[in-house]
């Protein structure tokens, strides 16, 4: 999976075969079939790998300082995740799009991502209340805080955003903060008695 990731990062995956994947890897091409059917199998386990790290790294940090305030829990949160992916940025540019992929490949990231929001929104819940689940900001804050935290991780990863890691997680946690809290307030207020 790893040969996998650094031709994906390479923007070779649209001319990929089985023969140069396994020749990355330095295996011949049984050992390829005996794990994966074709090379969109191989490409959505990639991404499924690093999302189910991403996933279990986040949930566990948030769990590790849920007696804590939430300036805690989120910068916990966010530093589990974001450490994950630029220790190797290849794993942020597979994960958040930063690579051409097949249309497949596209679609299944979609949808790992939708997963990777739903894990936002019950921690959400978890933290504001299930009340505001009836709100509209229920499902828009926690897309818009993903979406806009992949992209800022790929602006880090690419060089373009010039703080230190440590800086920049801080600055993510205090944006989701402010986004999270700012959304849960204004659904507060909408589902309030007049």
Known sequence: MDAAMG?????EWR????????AAAGLNKRYFYESFT?????SAAVVDDIADEVRSVTVAAADAAAQQP???QALASVAAAVRTLVDDPRRAR??????????ELDAHRTTVMHRLTDVLIDHGRSVHGVELEKD???KVTPAFIVGGTAD??????NGDVRLSLDDFIAQLATLWLITGN???????????PA
């Open 7 to 11: 031709l994906m990062v390479q923007n």
């Open 70 to 72: 939430l300036e805690v």
């Open 136 to 138: 509209p900001l229920a």
């Open 15 to 22: 001319g990929v075969t089985v023969e140069k994947i396994c």
């Open 182 to 192: 700012g959304a849960a307030q204004v659904a507060r207020a909408r589902i309030a």
């Open 94 to 103: 597979v994960l958040l799009g930063g690579v051409a992929a097949s249309p």
């Open 38 to 42: 074709d090379i969109d199998g191989l």
């Open 152 to 157: 800022a991780i790929l602006a880090f990863v």
